[in-house]
């Protein structure tokens, strides 16, 4: 096996039945690893002000429990990183760091009078092909079809790169003499991750229960109660309430995390450290201040020592 296959499975970045698919598309390797680790910087993005912060998807190949044991959390890394790798390198593609696909193509809709298509279109179709090929594909094998962890994250994967294809956007660029736009071209271009990442925050809020259950030759994600559709999450093991450290739920607890003693919210104290109080402590910190423009062509600047409270959870 190829050594970067080796170095990605032992990072985590690959489970065993992937191994496959990664000597096949050697070429997306490092998009594959940097696609990874702007996951990870998202998920943690996206729920810092929650109980559950994604802090455990740091701990590759040693995930915790909430992420590896069909929880709505894991639906929603799943779906993450299969959003992930499909922006990633369809982005890639148009910028020709892969040398197996290029610009993406044309739209066939016809477009509005005040633009014509033009530039170099991320390649949509390709990053969606890549993350099917890494998160689909090696689970379609006979033997894993009845499997509930891998019809969960299949289900779930697949919600991920759906977000991606349904929220591209229009880029344009002008032309014409000295900055006017006499002219313009337009070209669809992927979404930040970050942006799917708040699509999919909504959907893991939403996520419903199910469990797969073999019908005739086949075996399908039955929901528990409500309806689900393909681009619902879904999970099959409620989660924790994360309030206490208990690494048998992979609950990190939230003692010691940072609250807001005003806010309602998630990140409020009252629900943030589960109603056992919190600590309010004074920090110092140096900041630049009294700035000032000097001729030609600097500017200078004090330090200046600047005390704000912290919040604590007990």
Known sequence: ????????????????????????????????????????????????????????????PRFGQDIIRGTSEQAFVSSLASAGLAISVGRACAEGRIKTCGCGRESREPPPSDFKWGGCADNIGYGVKAAKAFSSEPFDRRKFRANEDVRLHRHNSRVGWRAVRSSWRLQCKCHGVSGSCEAKTCWKALPSLQEVGAKLKLKHRDAEEAHPVPVGRKTKLLPSTARF???????????????????????AGTKGRQCNSTSTDSFGCEAMCCSRGYLTTWVEREERCGCKFQRCCYVTCNTCKVSSHLNLCL
């Open 229 to 251: 559709n393909k681009d619902d999450l879904v999970y099959a093991v409620k989660s924790p309430d994360y309030c206490v450290h208990d690494p048998r739920s992979g609950s």
């Open 1 to 60: 096996m190829p050594s970067m296959c080796v170095k990605a499975y032992k990072q985590g970045l690959l489970a065993p039945v992937q191994k496959a698919a990664c000597k096949r598309n050697l070429a997306l390797m490092p998009v594959l690893v940097s696609a990874s680790r702007k996951v990870s910087e998202v998920c943690q993005d996206t729920f810092h002000r929650h109980r559950w912060n994604c802090s455990s998807i740091d701990l590759a």
